[in-house]
C-alpha cells in the first residue's frame, strides 16, 4: 500500500509540472494578447487560424468592409463589388505591435486602384490596440 502511494504522488508530481512546464507565456504576453484580441473585436474583426502559421508571436484577423467607404471614386461593378474581406496578421512583441495585410501582393496601388483608402482598415486596426493595450498598462 505505501509503494502504490509513494508512486501516486511521484505520477501528480510529474504530471502537474508537465502541465506548468508546457505553459510558457508570460503574464505580460497574455495581456498583450488579451488586449490586441479585445481590440479587435471592438473593431468588428474576426480572428481566424491560417492554414500554414509562420510566428509563434502572430494573430490573424478578417474584416467584410465596404467598398463606399475605403474608395473614393464610382467604380464600374458596384452591384457586384459592394464587400471586400481584408485579412489583417499582428505581429507583437514585448515593446510593439505591427500591423500588416497578409496578402500584400493583391493590396498593392496598382490592384486596388490610385486613390483608394483601404490602408486606413490597418491604422484603425493599430489604434484600437495600441488604445486598449494603453488602458491596460
Known amino acids: 500500500m505505501k509503494k502504490l502511494l509513494v508512486l501516486t504522488v511521484i505520477a501528480s508530481f510529474l504530471l502537474g509540472s508537465?502541465?506548468?512546464?508546457?505553459?510558457?507565456?508570460?503574464?505580460k504576453?497574455?495581456?498583450?494578447?488579451?488586449?490586441?484580441?479585445?481590440?479587435?473585436?471592438h473593431d468588428e474583426w474576426t480572428q481566424y487560424t491560417p492554414a500554414m502559421q509562420n510566428g509563434?508571436?502572430?494573430?490573424?484577423?478578417?474584416?467584410?468592409?465596404?467598398?463606399?467607404?475605403?474608395?473614393?471614386?464610382?467604380?464600374?461593378?458596384?452591384?457586384?463589388?459592394?464587400?471586400?474581406?481584408?485579412?489583417?496578421?499582428?505581429?507583437?512583441?514585448?515593446?510593439?505591435?505591427n500591423v500588416e495585410f497578409v496578402d500584400k501582393i493583391s493590396m498593392n496601388m496598382g490592384r486596388l486602384g490610385i486613390d483608394n483608402k483601404v490602408h486606413k482598415v490597418l491604422h484603425e486596426l493599430t489604434d484600437a490596440i495600441e488604445l486598449e493595450l494603453s488602458s491596460d498598462a
Not at 508537465?18 to 503574464?27: H, K, L, P, R, V
Not at 463589388?81 to 499582428?90: E, G, I, L, S
Open 56 to 97: 509563434s508571436q502572430t494573430l490573424y484577423f478578417k474584416k467584410r468592409i465596404k467598398n463606399k467607404d475605403y474608395y473614393t471614386y464610382r467604380y464600374q461593378n458596384r452591384h457586384q463589388n459592394k464587400r471586400m474581406t481584408v485579412y489583417v496578421k499582428v505581429d507583437y512583441t514585448d515593446n510593439n505591435v
Open 29 to 41: 504576453e497574455e495581456k498583450t494578447i488579451n488586449a490586441i484580441q479585445k481590440a479587435a473585436m
Open 18 to 27: 508537465n502541465g506548468f512546464a508546457a505553459s510558457q507565456m508570460t503574464i
